[in-house]
């Protein structure tokens, strides 16, 4: 009798950690079981509750590789993907030198400390107005908005990591007579470089918000728009394709990053685990 409890007891064990494995079972699966779930509630609810134009899982599927090969997608996407890059690389190389000055210099760091935090809450969409004014309706005004969405991010976290330069590293330039620009560039933006990966991360993601809402704004070429259009139009399957493209596109710069730092710089990772 004890045999065959602890034999029963194993085979419903067993059934249950099998139920576990089958439903779950590696992260990987576990991910495409939830996704999998998410659209099937999403296409009954809309089935039962929403009307007709509004968009399906299996109708974003049917219309997906026509709006991946429409010409005025791909147009969209390479204007919104091109103008993201330009304004990072701009907010990138300003926002460092602006960030490493505060951090190492206190009269820069008391002057624009106010301002800079201020700026970085201040909602984007406040200032398109403005932008538009100065800028024009076109791709400047879009340039305009990219950089300031992702400079304050870059200048908040260049400057925290100049003020964590250890003391111990300028003590040893100091006693070598270690020329000045080996103590900015060898020395603070190598030491800031965590800081400086959190910080264009962060920044990418505002650049792409910024990208999109000034598509909106001013009505300018790109998957924002793109987006928009099909949306007034009841084209919502389309419309979600652009999302989704939009998606896509943080997650390729987040995968970039990431291959970026294994492959140059492997000691970040080991540092961030604490190894």
Same mark, same amino acid.
Request: hydrophobic share 55%.
């Given at each position: 009798?004890?045999? /065959?409890?602890?034999?029963?007891?194993?085979?419903?064990?067993?059934?249950?950690?099998?139920?576990?494995?089958?439903?779950?079972?590696?992260?990987?699966?576990?991910?495409?079981?939830?996704?999998?779930?998410?659209?099937?509630?999403?296409?009954?609810?809309?089935?039962?509750?929403?009307?007709?134009?509004?968009?399906?899982?299996?109708?974003?599927?049917?219309?997906?590789?026509?709006?991946?090969?429409?010409?005025?997608?791909?147009?969209?996407?390479?204007?919104?993907?091109?103008?993201?890059?330009?304004?990072? /690389?701009?907010?990138?190389?300003?926002?460092?030198?602006?960030?490493? /000055?505060? &951090?190492?210099?206190?009269?820069?760091?008391?002057? %624009?400390?106010?301002?800079?935090?201020?700026?970085?809450?201040?909602?984007?969409?406040?200032?398109?107005?403005?932008?538009?004014?100065?800028?024009?309706?076109?791709?400047?005004?879009?340039?305009?908005?990219?950089?300031?969405?992702?400079?304050? !991010?870059?200048?908040?976290?260049? #400057?925290?990591?100049?003020?964590?330069?250890?003391?111990?590293?300028?003590?040893?330039?100091?006693?070598?007579?270690?020329?000045?620009?080996?103590?900015?560039?060898?020395?603070?933006?190598? !030491?800031?470089?965590?800081?400086?990966?959190?910080?264009?991360?962060?920044?990418?993601?505002?650049?792409?918000?910024?990208?999109?809402?000034?598509?909106?704004?001013?009505?300018?070429?790109?998957?924002?728009?793109?987006?928009?259009?099909?949306?007034?139009?009841?084209?919502?399957?389309?419309?979600?394709? &652009?999302?989704?493209?939009?998606?896509?596109? &943080?997650?390729?710069?987040? %995968?970039?990053?990431?291959?970026?730092?294994?492959?140059?710089?492997?000691?970040? #990772? #080991?540092?961030?685990?604490?190894?």
């Amino acid at each position: 009798m004890t045999d /065959a409890i602890t034999v029963n007891g194993a085979k419903t064990g067993g059934a249950e950690i099998s139920l576990a494995n089958i439903l779950w079972g590696t992260p990987v699966r576990a991910k495409l079981f939830a996704g999998l779930m998410i659209l099937a509630v999403w296409q009954v609810g809309v089935a039962l509750f929403a009307a007709n134009f509004v968009a399906k899982p299996l109708n974003i599927i049917q219309v997906f590789p026509k709006v991946l090969a429409d010409p005025a997608f791909q147009d969209a996407a390479i204007s919104t993907l091109t103008a993201v890059f330009q304004g990072l /690389a701009i907010a990138l190389v300003a926002g460092t030198i602006v960030g490493v /000055a505060m &951090g190492r210099l206190k009269v820069f760091d008391r002057a %624009l400390n106010f301002y800079v935090n201020g700026f970085y809450t201040l909602p984007m969409i406040a200032l398109l107005p403005l932008i538009t004014i100065w800028f024009g309706y076109g791709a400047d005004a879009r340039l305009a908005t990219i950089i300031f969405a992702g400079f304050f !991010s870059i200048v908040i976290n260049a #400057r925290d990591g100049a003020r964590s330069v250890p003391p111990e590293y300028l003590e040893v330039c100091k006693a070598y007579r270690a020329p000045a620009r080996y103590v900015w560039f060898d020395i603070t933006v190598f !030491s800031s470089l965590p800081y400086l990966i959190a910080g264009i991360r962060l920044a990418a993601g505002r650049a792409l918000v910024g990208a999109v809402i000034a598509e909106f704004f001013v009505s300018l070429e790109g998957v924002g728009m793109y987006v928009l259009a099909h949306a007034r139009s009841f084209k919502h399957n389309e419309a979600v394709v &652009g999302v989704l493209a939009l998606v896509a596109f &943080g997650l390729l710069f987040e %995968l970039t990053i990431n291959w970026v730092m294994r492959r140059y710089f492997p000691w970040y #990772r #080991r540092e961030g685990r604490g190894e």
